[in-house]
T-cell receptor
Framework: RKEVEQDPGPFNVPEGATVAFNCTYS??????FFWYRQDCRKEPKLLMS???SGNEDGRFTAQLNRASQYISLLIRDSKLSDSATYLC?????????????FGGGTRVLVKP | DARVTQTPRDKVTEMGQEVTMRCQPI?????VFWYRQTMMQGLELLAY????????DSGMPKDRFSAEMPDATLATLKIQPSEPRDSAVYFC???????????FGPGTRLTVL
């Protein structure tokens, strides 16, 4: 089983609609969580951190459920520019230093 | 706007050749990471440096891959000899120890024929 698992999609979303997807992680010692965004043939970029209480950044809402070991990302009022692959990232602090483990990504396609 | 830079951006080589990829981390960042991304495996951590010292290279095939930081402004990843299965995009990322955020470079797209 992979340490971080995501539905690869694609999620086909009409412009203006809401889309949500989850990511599960296997290591309960994981300590911090993030969503990165990766556009086609580009590098991953940090979208937002995920806090235990849940957090919003504009149209994006992230949630963490430690008991069930999953995080979620919700995008409201989808824009064409939201089309990308969203990478779930889990950080485990170790003696050797932090290690970010990336999920395989969920592809989102927003269509007019 | 400070960015991680990587060279070359694209590299096509033949099996058996040596490949060297270079990364310049953001000035002031003291952690450097090398990742490999393929369709099948996604993003995999190959090596991790802090203050130029290698902390973790457990993800790197030891027989043919090597990673170094000759100085604080340059990280290198070498493959010798290269094989077709090494074809991937190699990303370098940098950050500051004590923070989780990593900033990625544009990547080197490697094709080994």
């Amino acid at each position: 089983r992979k340490e971080v698992e995501q539905d690869p999609g694609p999620f086909n979303v009409p412009e203006g609609a809401t889309v949500a997807f989850n990511c599960t992680y296997s290591n309960s010692a994981s300590q911090s969580f993030f969503w990165y965004r990766q556009d086609c043939r580009k590098e991953p970029k940090l979208l937002m951190s995920v806090y235990s209480s849940g957090n919003e950044d504009g149209r994006f809402t992230a949630q963490l459920n430690r008991a069930s070991q999953y995080i979620s990302l919700l995008i409201r009022d989808s824009k064409l520019s939201d089309s990308a692959t969203y990478l779930c990232v889990v950080n485990m602090k170790r003696a050797a230093g932090n290690k970010l483990t990336f999920g395989g990504g969920t592809r989102v396609l927003v269509k007019p | 706007d400070a960015r991680v830079t990587q060279t070359p951006r694209d590299k096509v080589t033949e099996m058996g050749q040596e490949v060297t990829m270079r990364c310049q981390p953001i000035l002031g960042h003291n952690t450097v990471f090398w990742y490999r991304q393929t369709m099948m495996q996604g993003l995999e951590l190959l090596a991790y440096f802090r203050n130029r010292a290698p902390l973790d290279d457990s993800g790197m095939p030891k027989d043919r891959f090597s990673a170094e930081m000759p100085d604080a402004t340059l990280a290198t990843l070498k493959i010798q000899p290269s094989e077709p299965r090494d074809s991937a995009v190699y990303f370098c990322a940098s950050g500051k120890s004590g923070t989780d955020t990593q900033y990625f470079g544009p990547g080197t797209r490697l094709t080994v024929l």
